[in-house]
Each structure stands twice: as C-alpha cells, then as structure tokens.
C-alpha cells in the first residue's frame, strides 16, 4: 500500500514571514495614523476657540452690556429667557462632558479647554452676573505629544496664538 502524501497548507517558516510583513506593514503605519490623529484634534481645539471667540462676541453685544464672560458656566448659561451661547459639548456642567483637570473647562478632543475674565472688571449682566473687559480662552493638549502638540490661546483681539511646545501661553499667530 502506498501512502499518500498532500502538500496543501502553509508551512511554519510561510507563516512566520507573513507575519513579519504584517508587523512591518503595522510599524510603518501606525506613526502616521497617531499624527493624523494628532492633527484633528488640533483642528478641533482651534474649531472650538473659534466658536468660544464668536460665542463671547454675541454675549457681550446681548447681554455683556459690552462685558465678556469670566467662564465658561456664565457663557452657556441663557440670557432673558434664550439659550446659552455656546454648544453644549464645551458647557462643563453639561451632562456627559468631562471636565478638564481644574473642574472649570472642558475637555474635548484630547485638548483641555477653559475660559478666564481678565483685563479687569466689566459691567454687570443683564442676569446681574459680574463681567470683564478681556478673556483668555486657552487649549493645551491632555498629553503633550499623544493627543497634541501644540497649545493655543485667544483673546478678545479675535487672534488665535500656538505654543509648539503645548503650553498655554503661546505667541506665535497661527496661519
């Protein structure tokens, strides 16, 4: 009786080599996936100081009395029976947004974002609540090379200026 003998499947070594190119294929692509991922949330935090900037333009000329909002809970908060002026995903007493490390921003995007009065006071709201002549709005990234490199900031000139090393306190207008 002769015994037959099948060639079908793969042996040991094919297997491994498949393998090895996948790995490769993966080590080569995954740098590329986490830096587009770094730049959309990038594009999301300019996005959201852009809308903080429109949202503190409308307040100030409804409801402001020319003043500026000191935080982001006073700007999502509604004037004379409205809505608030911004969206509900930078509200940080919204139900189900996460507030940033200091409890008083948000955090959206992989980007801590927060509001702060400055430039001394302002008038009284229309809701009896204290403004301020000037804001800082800042978006710094959670983790300094994961979710972002660089940090942003605005102030009430409309300017939005880029920190390449992810702080706060950046000068360079961005383009």
């Keep these: 009786m002769q015994k037959i003998r099948s060639d079908e499947g793969f042996t040991l070594i094919e297997l491994i080599i498949v393998v090895a190119i996948i790995g490769i294929i993966a080590a080569i692509a995954v740098p590329g ?34 003043g500026y909002a000191t935080s982001l809970t006073v700007l ?26 200091g409890g008083t921003g948000v955090l959206k995007s992989g980007y801590n974002i927060d509001l702060a009065g400055t430039g001394g006071p302002g008038p009284i709201d229309g ?11 800042t978006a710094v990234p959670q983790t300094t090379g994961a979710t972002g490199q660089r940090g942003f900031n605005l102030t009430a000139s409309g300017t939005i200026f880029q920190d390449p090393a992810g702080g706060a306190a950046g000068t360079i207008p961005i383009n």
């Design 33 to 66: 996936l986490l830096r587009a991922r770094m730049s959309a949330n990038e594009a999301s935090a300019i996005a959201s100081l852009r809308a903080l900037h429109s949202a503190q333009s409308t307040y100030s000329s409804s409801c402001g009395q020319g």
């Design 76 to 101: 999502a908060s509604p004037c004379n029976a409205g809505t608030g002026f911004i969206s509900p995903d930078l509200n940080p007493i919204a139900v189900g947004v996460t507030k940033n490390a």
């Design 127 to 137: 809701t009896g609540k204290a403004t301020n002549n000037d804001y800082l709005v």
